[in-house]
């Protein structure tokens, strides 16, 4: 008898196998700036090694959503000044794909971790629901612990290590007083009291019409942060940005019956203004 479960995995594969060749198009068009562009060849290079890093290196995510971020890092423009961030690496594996990014565009790389897991877990965190699955997620102390030699020693083999700088130790000792501009973070921490450090520290020094993208975007507990006025205007000094994905995760992979992910994103200070305007349609 077929395993259903195991034949869908399997067309899974074949799917997001099938996907890897758009992102050549997409590497390489036009809406990325000249300066950045890989020619064809290059970002089928690019890609390779993109898909080598999740075949070498454990990881959380997946290389459809590596190349989602290295797509957006791409398309900033060379004169938005600010480095690349990524806080939460476990073993690396992101950390890799992302400062491959950072090298095409010539960007520095700052990544953050306490290198020994999660840190203590707060009551409110301890179980996340997944808005679009039912599943719960559960955490606790020195989960995902990848030392900061191993994750140096992934991103010296998979990555471009000569762009990226290590922070060691809990965001909220590592963070605060964060000074440098910044044209993408990818906030991979699993828990809700550690992305509020991480946003805290980032959001301020994050450029216009850039984003910051979360990796728990179908969790309810991350999801509507991203929606919580109250806490953005204490925080923050604005109204909560929304959060591309929330609930169910940007639409990369075939997952029993719909296309999603874990990956959400936001924008700050989306440039609306420069939008398409869709007129009403006339209908009674
Ligand atoms: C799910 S893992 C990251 C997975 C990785 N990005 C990948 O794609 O494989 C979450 C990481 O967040 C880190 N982390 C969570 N809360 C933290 C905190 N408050 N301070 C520093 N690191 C934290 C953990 O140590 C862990 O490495």
Redesign the pocket.
Known sequence: MIDRRRLELCYANRLAAATYPLYTSLLSSPAVPAAHRPTRRQARGLIHKVRRVAKA?????HPL??LAMVQNVLRVEPSVEGCVV??????????CSLSLGAAQTKRDMHV????????QVQEADRFHVLLDRPEVHTYQRG????ALDEVRDHVTRFGAIDRCTFHS???????PGWDQPVVLA?L????R??LE??LCALWPMLADGCAVFV?EAPHHEIASLFYDDAWWRANLGQVAPGLAGGGSGIGLQWMEGFWRSSLGFAIKNPPTDGYHVRPPVDVA
């Open positions: 290196v454990p990881s959380a995510s959503e590596h990524e806080c939460g690496s476990w073993k690396g594996a992101s950390a953050f971790d306490t290198f020994a897991g999660l840190p989960m995902f612990a990848g130790g809990v965001f909220r000792d590592t963070m990818f991979d921490v699993d828990l009291d550690a450090d991480c990796h």
